[in-house]
């Protein structure tokens, strides 16, 4: 991890200061947290980092938006999935999917092998569910039992994306030959170029995760809020209010 962590300190990504990102209503604030991978302790942090950003800063409304891949890689995939569930119980949070959910509901489905899954990091969530891969002849569906069905709920029900004013939310990105609406699910888990590549405008400001940066990655078209948490022991949240777009916690 130490390895992938150095490699990706050498990507460039987008100065800070250049983009300035339109606003939304003055009634709303949008708290939008990039890829967890089982860091359930990380989560914990910036949620509390929301909590004091918002009593410092409050208005009529908040929202939390999630970018997807809560499992695999990290620790504690069962406990990210239980505090997001617990978060949109209280109707203040909205869960998108990332591949790693698609992934994990393929296994359990069936239409992936074993060792597929496993080298996608699906260690880390069978034993975050008490299931250990070396010791199940068939992993799947160990896992499928020892999951809770409120678990298998929840990532059957997430969103492929979200807008809101300006702003488009997704797990990977958009495909650019397409508008909005016309997108289609496996481009917002699963793209990377051409969307990365694209510097042109996109019908929205697209804020999304996928592609892991040792730091957010701002660009005038998108906002990239993967920083690696499972191996940087970074988890990047931003706020979206009526003065645009800013960083609370990285």
């Known amino acids: 991890m130490l390895a992938w962590a150095s490699r990706l300190a050498g990507r460039a990504v987008g100065k800070r200061d250049e983009p300035v ?10 708290y939008v947290v990039g890829d967890i991978h089982g860091r359930a302790d990380l989560l914990s942090h910036v949620l509390g980092a929301i909590e004091r950003d918002w009593n410092a800063r409050p208005a009529a409304r908040r929202f939390e938006i999630y970018l997807g891949d809560y499992v695999d890689r ?21 869960a998108l999917s990332g591949n790693h959910e698609a992934i994990l509901l393929h296994f359990l489905e069936g239409r992936i092998s074993d060792r597929e899954w496993l080298d996608w990091g699906g260690a880390a969530t069978a034993l975050s569910y008490g299931v250990n891969p070396a010791r199940e002849p068939v992993l799947s569906a160990a896992l499928a039992r020892a999951i809770p ?6 990532l059957k029900a997430l969103r492929p994306c979200f807008r809101y004013g300006p702003y488009f939310f997704a797990h990977a990105g958009v495909l650019p030959s397409r508008t909005l609406e016309e997108q289609q699910p496996d481009d917002l888990m699963w793209i990377r170029r051409p969307f990365l590549d694209h510097t042109g405008p996109l019908g929205a400001i697209v ?12 660009r005038p078209n998108r906002i990239n809020l993967d920083t690696g948490a499972y191996a940087t022991h970074r988890l990047s949240c931003l706020r979206i209010d009526s003065d645009g777009a800013a960083l609370i916690a990285s």
């Not at 069962?78 to 203040?92: F, S, T, W």
Request: charged share 20%; net charge negative; no cysteine.
């Open 21 to 30: 990102y339109p606003p939304i209503d003055t009634q709303t604030v949008l």
């Open 74 to 94: 990290g620790p504690d995939s069962a406990g990210v999935i239980a505090i997001l569930r617990d978060r949109m119980a209280q109707g203040q949070a909205l």
């Open 149 to 154: 069905l409120e678990d298998i709920g929840f």
């Open 207 to 218: 804020v999304h995760g996928h592609t892991p940066n040792t730091e957010a990655e701002f």
